[in-house]
């Protein structure tokens, strides 16, 4: 597989997965009506994608989820039943990448939610189908996001380098693009890797008021991943885990207390009130807490899923006969209509219950050790 020869990445060996999916394990995974609502909403983002691939948004990023609902189902360009809708989507992010290899044409204050989730799809693309199309934007792209980290291992939610970068958010997009060019076959310097751990260690806020990771307090009761230091949201919680967990920080001890947080969440889904259809997570929130329950596996996951997958199956639109309408999620914290509103949500819901499957190069490699070798824990109080 290609290696990249730019300063941010070294031609080193890595392991890389199989394109071969895992399957599904069992009817805990997936079931008869799982799937069913799966087809929906793949064939809602089908018919409603229009000729430009891009669902009539012009956010990067969530044209890339588009493409992502239907990788995460098997569908490569130009192969499987979505083959030509996932080729368009591709296209349209490639023609659209910018010289500097920034991948947003919305506001500048966009630049990096866009650019990260748009890189992270090219990365899982292209892991998926070596095309030399993709790998030339994947190339730029990804270098953008090593040359412009901040001093402090964040980002700016401008493509800029900053002394000191604004939110978890902004690391957690960041953060999956460079590992998505880990799946890909390519390996990140350590130091950009290991500036980015300790920016996410930084954001994790206890109970009792301590943030310093040196602060033996800090590890004391529960706690949990914020926004910038003190704002604690779920959405931050799940994105902590997976930031941490994309890097092989398997042990740190901040995982089960946010796991703890998410897991609550999820269970309390397991007794829905009559007829209540309503998504009880917006997509920014259900893509993180998805993927960190997944990436923790073991009793989180089989426990916790199922009540997920019913959730998500309960919740999705049904107008039968109707293509427009059939088979979308939409966003709960958008109140703009249209396709972009629902494109989030139903290529979020979709990413969700396509997980079991394990397409994605992400999804089938389990704990990459090399990664954990080559980073190390965390250093001093913070490792278990």
Same mark, same amino acid.
């Given at each position: 597989m290609r290696r990249m020869t730019s300063a941010c990445l070294l031609s080193v060996a890595v392991l890389i997965a199989s394109n071969s999916p895992l399957m599904a394990e069992g009817d805990w995974e997936t079931n008869p009506a799982s799937e069913a609502a799966l087809r929906r909403g793949l064939d809602w983002l089908a018919y409603n994608q229009g000729p430009e691939g891009n669902w009539g948004s012009n956010d990067m990023g969530l044209v890339a989820l588009g493409a992502l609902a239907f990788l995460a189902d098997g569908h490569s360009p130009g192969r499987g039943r979505y083959g030509e809708n996932v080729e368009r989507t591709l296209n349209y992010l490639i023609r659209n990448a910018k010289p500097s290899g920034l991948l947003n044409i919305a506001d500048t204050r966009r630049d990096m939610y866009n650019h990260g989730l748009a890189t992270f799809v090219l990365g899982q693309a292209h892991g998926m189908t070596n095309d030399p199309q993709i790998s030339k934007v994947l190339d730029r792209s990804l270098k953008l996001i090593c040359d412009i980290q901040s001093n402090d291992g964040g980002w700016d939610y401008i493509a800029r380098r900053t002394g000191s970068g604004h939110d978890l958010s902004l690391v957690v997009m960041q953060a999956k693009a460079l590992r998505s060019a880990v799946?890909?076959?390519?390996?990140?310097?350590?130091?950009?890797?290991?500036?980015?751990?300790?920016?996410?260690?930084?954001?994790?806020?206890?109970?009792?008021?301590?943030?310093?990771?040196?602060?033996?307090?800090?590890?004391?009761?529960?706690?949990?991943?914020?926004?910038?230091?003190?704002?604690?949201?779920?959405?931050?919680?799940?994105?902590?885990?997976?930031?941490?967990?994309?890097?092989?920080?398997?042990?740190?001890?901040?995982?089960?207390?946010?796991?703890? #947080?998410?897991?609550?969440?999820?269970?309390?889904?397991?007794?829905?009130?009559?007829?209540?259809?309503?998504?009880?997570?917006?997509?920014?929130?259900?893509?993180?807490?998805?993927?960190? #329950?997944?990436?923790?596996?073991?009793?989180?996951?089989?426990?916790?899923?199922?009540?997920?997958?019913?959730?998500?199956?309960?919740?999705?639109?049904?107008?039968?006969?109707?293509?427009?309408?059939?088979?979308?999620?939409?966003?709960?914290?958008?109140?703009?209509?249209?396709?972009?509103?629902?494109?989030?949500?139903?290529?979020?819901?979709?990413?969700?219950?396509?997980?079991?499957?394990?397409?994605?190069?992400?999804?089938?490699?389990?704990?990459?050790?090399?990664?954990?070798?080559?980073?190390?824990?965390?250093?001093?109080?913070?490792?278990?």
């Open positions: 799946d890909s076959g390519l390996e990140v310097r350590r130091e950009v890797i290991q500036r980015a751990i300790d920016s996410v260690r930084r954001k994790y806020k206890a109970k009792n008021g301590s943030k310093d990771p040196n602060n033996p307090r800090t590890q004391e009761g529960p706690g949990q991943f914020t926004y910038d230091g003190n704002r604690g949201t779920t959405a931050m919680a799940a994105a902590g885990v997976v930031c941490l967990q994309e890097f092989g920080q398997y042990d740190d001890w901040r995982i089960p207390k946010n796991m703890e #947080l998410i897991t609550q969440q999820i269970r309390g889904l397991s007794k829905p009130k009559l007829n209540d259809r309503r998504v009880a997570f917006d997509a920014y929130t259900l893509y993180y807490v998805g993927q960190a #329950l997944y990436q923790r596996g073991g009793k989180d996951w089989e426990e916790c899923y199922p009540i997920l997958r019913d959730h998500l199956v309960r919740s999705q639109s049904r107008q039968n006969g109707d293509r427009k309408e059939d088979g979308y999620w939409r966003d709960p914290r958008y109140v703009t209509n249209g396709n972009p509103c629902r494109l989030f949500g139903t290529s979020v819901a979709c990413f969700i219950l396509a997980i079991p499957n394990r397409y994605l190069p992400i999804l089938q490699e389990g704990k990459i050790e090399s990664i954990r070798q080559r980073v190390g824990g965390e250093q001093g109080a913070g490792a278990e």
